[in-house]
């Protein structure tokens, strides 16, 4: 069983719509949460960090539930330009562990 | 500012040949960190070094597998002999302290080992 897991993907929905992505994590020292953003045949890159009382960028809303060993992310009014690889990262020691990753494609 | 700045971009290789893929990390950075992703496996933490000192290498695959950090500003990663599960996209990353949320990566050197 992988360090993070996330949804398998790939998610194909069209502009406008909502979509959540979810993630757990096993190892319960993890200390820090994020999530990044990779497009295609590109490098990742910090979309977030996610704290325990809930944040919000723009159209961009991250959750982090400790007891449940649980991280979300939502996405409102999604974009054509939404359409990437979304990454949920923890931070534990000095080590960032990466999930396999969702793929959202966005449809006119 | 520059970014993480990686070579060679692209290399195929034959089996059998040494690879050098290297790294210069952002100017003032103290973490450095080598990843490698795979389709299969996705971003796996290869090695990660804090001022010049390699802290963690347990997920160097196995001996064929080297990494150097001779200054704050250049770093190596070799493959020697390469093999064809070596084909993967290895990212560079760094950071500034253990506590900075944020790790900058660099584009990638896209090894394919025929």
């Known amino acids: 069983r992988k360090e993070v897991e996330q949804d398998p993907g790939p998610f194909n929905v069209p502009e406008g719509a909502t979509v959540a992505f979810n993630c757990t994590y096993s190892n319960s020292a993890s200390q820090s949460f994020f999530w990044y953003r990779q497009d295609c045949r590109k490098e990742p890159k910090l979309l977030m960090s996610v704290y325990s009382s809930g944040n919000e960028d723009g159209r961009f809303t991250a959750q982090l539930n400790r007891a449940s060993q649980y991280i979300s992310l939502l996405i409102r009014d999604s974009k054509l330009s939404d359409s990437a690889t979304y990454l949920c990262?923890?931070?534990?020691?000095?080590?960032?562990?990466f999930g396999q990753g969702t793929e959202l494609s966005v449809k006119p | 500012d520059a970014g993480v700045i990686q070579s060679p971009r692209h290399e195929v290789t034959e089996m059998g040949q040494e690879v050098t893929l290297r790294c210069k990390p952002i100017s003032g950075h103290d973490y450095l960190f080598w990843y490698r992703q795979t389709m299969m496996r996705g971003l796996e933490l290869l090695i990660y070094?804090?001022?010049?000192?390699?802290?963690?290498d347990s997920g160097m695959p196995e001996d064929r597998f080297s990494a150097k950090m001779p200054n704050a500003s250049f770093s190596t990663l070799k493959i020697q002999p390469s093999e064809p599960r070596d084909s993967a996209v290895y990212f560079c990353a760094s950071s500034f302290q253990v506590s900075g949320n944020t790790i900058y990566f660099g584009e990638g050197s896209w090894l394919t080992v025929v």
């Open positions: 990262v923890v931070k534990r020691g000095g080590k960032l562990i």
């Open positions: 070094f804090n001022n010049n000192v390699p802290i963690d």
